[in-house]
């Protein structure tokens, strides 16, 4: 579907985009690459020029104070996506999170006329860009309704696919039912570390089982089901803030006062890369380490190089993750001097009195190598309900509550 505002530049853009990412594998089958020569993205970001709209970049439209809330998702990363739902003709399509309603339009492309697409968003206004830019762009059938994602959208259930364009940590049942079994969800979830994965998740009797995960970065799920990890605030000033789960315990006064401390490094064998970490050690640890955390930090503690730094938000905030238990904590670290982004062999910080955490951090980075330093592609998610442990599946579902409890099955892979 092509609109009158489509010029002879916007279209040779479109096409050297859609070239580029199929020559780096981020398209990989032919429907999508189709899909994506065909919709025009600048119809759904109008204040950024051409060359912006088909450049492969993220392109942020929404922000709460210095917050994105929501952007028109980097290409790569939609065209890994709609690989991974591998979408037919007559599919019938959920959404959530509206966004710009470019991915909405894609998918409208790649279902037909015997398909349908229904994207859902909690706010508003992107509700009401969305509907404008999708009528003018020429797909005036895609449903774009007003509410909260997390319940999903029941009057169009049940759904051959649902996809989410949000991270999000949790499951909710909703989602489970208005998808018919046998369905794929593809869904960023966030790791308590921080990282996220796009993960194909097929419904079965007793969850969903995942058959597929690639590295992705989305802005937050809002809403009732949005980021359900506590925030505690430590430190002097209130510029140390521990992103951590419900489980995990700690008493912040006492926390303050150890990363005050300098700290001890602990030089890790053999070397860890930052990618390793986030993408590979890092989901160990969320399955063997319930004292997992992030902190993160502004102002004095980032620049007097008090918070190691494992990734920079800016020019003065940083976090950074670790874990912690009673006598002490410890903290993964670039090497002093070295930046956050390079490809410097990571070190661990270790603060307060006793040992539990780093031994704790070592016996799981031990566990992880004798598996064969598995990242994310060798990585299993099954996800069930939190009423049930991974030995005590029910036979089917549904069932009360809700899915925010995932366990990782680790594989050494081929």
Known sequence: MTPSTD???????????????????????????????????????????????????????HFEGDQPVSSCSQPAIIGIMLDQLALEPGHRILEIGAGTGYNAALMAELVGPTGSVTTIDVDPVIVSEARERLAAAGYPSV??????????????????????????????????????????????????????????LIRTNAG???????????????????????????????????????????????????????????????????????????WWLEAHAPGLYRVRGEGEPVVRGRLPALRRLGAAAAETIGVVAPDGLCLFAPPQGSDASSDAPLVLKTFGPGKSAPDAVEQAMQQWRAAGSPIVDALTISAVPNRFMPDTLPEGLPVPGHFSTFYYAWTAGD
């Open 7 to 61: 010029s002879q530049t916007h279209a040779e853009l479109r096409h050297a985009l859609v070239r580029e990412l199929r020559e780096r594998n981020y398209i990989q089958s032919e429907p999508v690459a189709e899909a994506m020569s065909r919709t025009p993205r600048h119809c759904f970001v109008p204040d950024a020029s051409p060359e912006e709209a088909y450049t492969d970049t993220v392109i942020v439209t």
């Open 143 to 200: 449903r774009v309704i007003l509410g909260d994602g997390g319940f999903g959208y029941d009057p169009h259930a049940p759904y051959d696919r649902i996809i989410l364009t949000v991270g999000t940590r949790d499951i909710p049942l909703a989602w489970y039912r208005q998808l018919r079994r046998g369905g794929r969800m593809v869904a960023p979830l966030a790791g308590r570390h921080g990282a996220q994965v796009s993960a194909v």
């Open 208 to 282: 969903f089982q995942s058959a597929g995960l690639e590295p992705c970065g989305f802005i937050s799920l809002r809403g009732s089901f949005g980021d359900q990890d506590s925030v505690t605030v430590i430190g002097p000033e209130n510029r140390l803030r521990v992103i951590h789960g419900p489980e995990t315990e700690f008493q912040p006064t006492r926390v303050a006062k150890w990363l005050q401390d300098r700290g001890t490094e602990r030089t890790i064998q053999p070397e860890l890369t930052s990618r390793q970490l986030q993408f590979g050690l890092a």
